[in-house]
């Protein structure tokens, strides 16, 4: 069983189309993320959740709403898709967050490559 | 702004070889450093989590050190296989979440 699942995998969608990104966690984890892979390849944080409330919310544009419809899934609405989307996003989720000095640590799901044409 | 540097960005080297990269991060407010490996269209895969001043981690033969003062970490990989090829994340807790390093990207040649 994946721990952390994300669909689709692999997206190819033309500028303009406004597209979604689901995630579902089988943990019984509080807190669920989204991460970007940058063109630098770094991997940043967009947003967190606990128990469906937004905890955290980078400097993101806001064509891109997170939804959680309860604390197993955080799904990732983008609007009007541009070129500069084009990355690898990152499902995560993990305990309460302030335990992540405790030894516990972020699950990551396998990433939606998203290309935008 | 938890700014964490990896080095070397790569690095190739023949199954059998020892070697090891550094994670450097701000030594202030530190609460804790994870590693991850992590294998083009994978998981990263939660290697260590380390939060003491002095920690040495060990999974088979791959370890890991923190010196929290100075502010950096060293993995090491002890007779690298071509299996052990992977990107190897260093993320350092912030507020409520954790801030990556670019990673160093690791080939190991048969």
């Excluded at chain 2, 070697?19 to 701000?26: G, K, R, V």
């Excluded at chain 2, 981690?57 to 050190?65: D, L, M, N, V």
């Amino acid at each position: 069983d994946t721990a952390v699942s994300q669909t689709p995998k692999y997206l190819v969608t033309q500028m303009g189309n406004d597209k979604s990104i689901k995630c579902e966690q089988n943990l019984g984890h509080d807190t669920m993320y989204w991460y970007k892979q940058d063109s630098k390849k770094f991997l940043k944080i967009m947003f967190s959740y606990n128990n469906k409330e937004l905890i955290i919310n980078e400097t993101v544009p806001n064509r891109f709403s997170p939804k959680s419809p309860d604390k197993a899934h955080l799904n990732l609405h983008i609007n009007s898709l541009e070129l500069g989307d084009s990355a690898v996003y990152f499902c995560a989720s993990s305990q309460d967050p302030r335990l992540l000095s405790s030894g516990n640590t972020i699950y990551f799901g396998e990433g939606s490559w998203l290309t935008v044409v | 702004i938890l700014n964490v540097e990896q080095s070397p960005q790569s690095l190739h080297v023949q199954e059998g070889d020892s070697t090891n990269f550094t994670c450097s991060f701000p030594s202030s407010n530190f609460y804790a450093l994870h590693w991850y490996r992590w294998e083009t269209a994978k998981s990263p895969e939660a290697l260590f989590v380390m939060t003491l001043n002095g920690d040495e981690k060990k999974k088979g033969r791959i370890s890991a050190t923190l010196n929290t003062k100075e502010g950096y970490s060293y993995l090491y990989i002890k007779g690298s296989q071509p299996e052990d090829s992977a990107t190897y994340l260093c993320a350092r807790r912030g507020f409520q979440k954790l801030v990556f390093g670019t990673g160093t990207r690791l080939l190991v040649s048969p």
